[in-house]
């Protein structure tokens, strides 16, 4: 583990792999790197340099609560500068659910940094629409006006952030309840404005826009629909696909440990892939 400066804010980062082809990858929800450590151990071993890190206001990195834009956004930038610092640009691009969409991001704000993308569980359609602003940002919104920063830093989302990183207690605590639920109202608002697109914050017109090599592994959740993931590679011109053969299942989420078993293919998928790109 280390950390680097990056755009004013502590950011926790990890390489895996000693040499070869840069690889970036990025988790979903809010959740830490550690999730995908044994994904890169793998893909290390098959001859790359796996990059991991804490996207801002998750796991270990510092918080930064400033909604200028929707947070895909501010976390592709924000990669882009790591990966600069790293000397590790241009870089293969991949993440799962929300890392998905900041890797669709990243292609689009930083093509020269960008060698491919790697979308799994590719987000989209009616359900995470609905389900996805109340779970990111509408709850906390209530628990701010109820009980103000206390109770937000009782939450165990947050709490996760201040156990790993104690300096982001004081920095929720030094916040104004009225600004928290002003800056996650705002976010709530942009996280909205992309939600219903069949591929969820990005437009047709974007995916379009896409011009470097991708692959799509379509989820198998009400979250992550397998007709998400075959959206996204039609929209986006030349992409590939690969079908790991799951059947949907009506549940809201499956988690991404959950898939530990299919991980052999999508290493074997995802390295046969970046060796051709």
């Known amino acids: 583990m280390a950390i680097a400066t990056v755009r004013g804010l502590n950011i926790n980062y990890e390489i895996v792999g000693d040499a070869g082809p840069w690889v970036a990858l990025i988790t979903g ?3 830490g790197y550690q999730e995908f450590l044994p994904l890169a151990g793998k893909i290390a071993a098959k001859g790359f340099r796996v ?8 796991g270990a990195s510092d918080i930064e609560l400033e909604a200028h834009e929707v947070e895909e956004a501010t976390w592709a930038d924000d990669l882009r500068d790591l990966l600069d610092q790293l000397g590790a640009a241009p870089a293969f691009i ?8 900041t890797a669709i991001m990243f292609g689009l704000r930083h093509p020269d940094a960008t060698r491919a993308l790697m979308l799994l569980r590719v987000t989209g359609g009616a359900f995470p629409a609905k389900r996805l602003p109340e779970m990111y ?16 830093c009782e939450t165990d989302t947050w709490r996760e952030r201040i156990e790993s990183n104690a300096a982001n207690h004081e920095k929720l605590m030094a916040m104004d309840a009225a600004e928290f639920i002003s800056t996650l109202s705002k976010w709530k608002e942009l996280f909205e404005a992309g939600a219903n697109l069949p591929v ?11 011009k470097m090599p991708t692959i799509v592994i379509p989820g198998n959740d009400n979250t992550h629909s397998s007709e998400s993931g075959r959206t996204a590679h039609r929209m986006i011109p030349g992409s590939e696909i690969h079908d790991l053969g799951l059947d949907d299942v009506d549940v809201a989420l499956i988690p991404y440990p ?3 078993p299919y991980e052999p293919e999508i290493v074997d998928v995802l390295t046969g892939f970046m060796k051709r790109n």
């Open 258 to 260: 959950d898939w530990a």
């Open 137 to 152: 940002y509408g709850q906390f919104i209530d628990i701010a006006k109820e009980g103000g920063m206390a109770a937000i």
């Open 29 to 31: 929800g809010r959740r």
């Open 51 to 58: 990059l991991l890190h804490d996207r801002r206001n998750t």
């Open 94 to 101: 991949g993440g799962s659910s929300s890392g998905a969409r």
């Open 200 to 210: 969820m914050g990005v437009t047709e017109d974007q995916l379009g826009g896409l």
